[in-house]
């Protein structure tokens, strides 16, 4: 158990835990929330994920990081990841390529917000990678990367979550965001795309196979995307 471990370390400016064997640990929630001074990168890609079940608020609060990467977590047994990012305010880009989680089902705001947060998620995030997304069971996208103002580059190559039926709002008010290649996600299960691209104001392009057959609402889909020149989701 490392929850809370690093917990209101609010002067820790500098941490190196690449010697860490989490093979065993179940619970990393709120491990490194409110260390507000931690600063530059901070790379967990080389832990060991395979036991984790919840990293709720294990970044939260992390006011002065600019870099995050977590890539290669293989999460056999994750299932909770609300709260992951929240109130990380001076991040601006996020790695998380190549991340696998078989059981996880809800990722509805995982990365963007509700109207009603005070304390948004990367709300200063420019750079988005989440390749190579294994999520089987994944079904709630909804608002994934809602408000998320400063987004300019989103990659979301190999993202597979063939069982989502809910992307509403998914990139809606992504003011920033010009171009979106989303060739290789599945909709084939997708009931609900309302406002799924609203108010996404300077996007220009959209790519994807969209397959519609299961959708029921697809109200707002695209309004308000002033500068939306080519969409090609055959």
Same mark, same amino acid.
């Given at each position: ?62 006011? !002065?990081?600019? #870099?995050?990467?977590? %890539?290669? @977590? /293989?999460?056999? +047994?994750?299932?909770?990841? &609300?709260? *992951? =990012? ?37 709300? !200063?995030?420019? #750079?988005?990678?989440? %390749?190579? @997304? /294994?999520?089987? +069971?994944?079904?709630?996208? &909804?608002? *994934? =990367? ?89």
């Amino acid at each position: 158990n490392m929850s809370g471990m690093f917990s209101n370390c609010s002067n820790l400016i500098n941490i190196n835990i690449n010697s860490f064997d989490t093979s065993s640990v179940t619970d990393m929630s709120y491990m490194f929330s409110n260390c507000s001074s931690l600063e530059g990168t901070l790379d967990l890609s080389h832990f060991n994920m395979q036991n984790v079940t919840t990293v709720q608020n294990m970044l939260s609060s992390c006011k !002065n990081l600019n #870099i995050l990467k977590l %890539n290669g @977590w /293989n999460a056999e +047994k994750l299932i909770n990841v &609300s709260g *992951m =990012f929240t109130n990380d305010t001076s991040v601006t880009e996020l790695e998380m390529n190549n991340f696998n989680a078989p059981l996880l089902e809800n990722l509805s705001s995982f990365l963007g917000n509700t109207i009603r947060e005070t304390a948004q998620k990367l709300p !200063n995030a420019t #750079i988005i990678s989440i %390749n190579n @997304w /294994n999520i089987p +069971k994944a079904k709630d996208l &909804s608002r *994934m =990367f809602f408000m998320s103002n400063k987004l300019k580059t989103l990659n979301m190559e190999g993202f597979s979550a063939p069982l989502a039926t809910d992307t509403s709002y998914m990139f809606s008010r992504c003011g920033l965001l010009e171009s979106l290649d989303l060739k290789d996600f599945d909709t084939s299960n997708v009931i609900n795309m309302l406002n799924m691209f609203e108010r996404a104001s300077v996007l220009k392009e959209i790519i994807g196979n969209f397959n519609t057959s299961k959708v029921t609402n697809m109200s707002g889909m695209f309004s308000n995307c002033s500068n939306l020149i080519n969409i090609n989701i055959n």
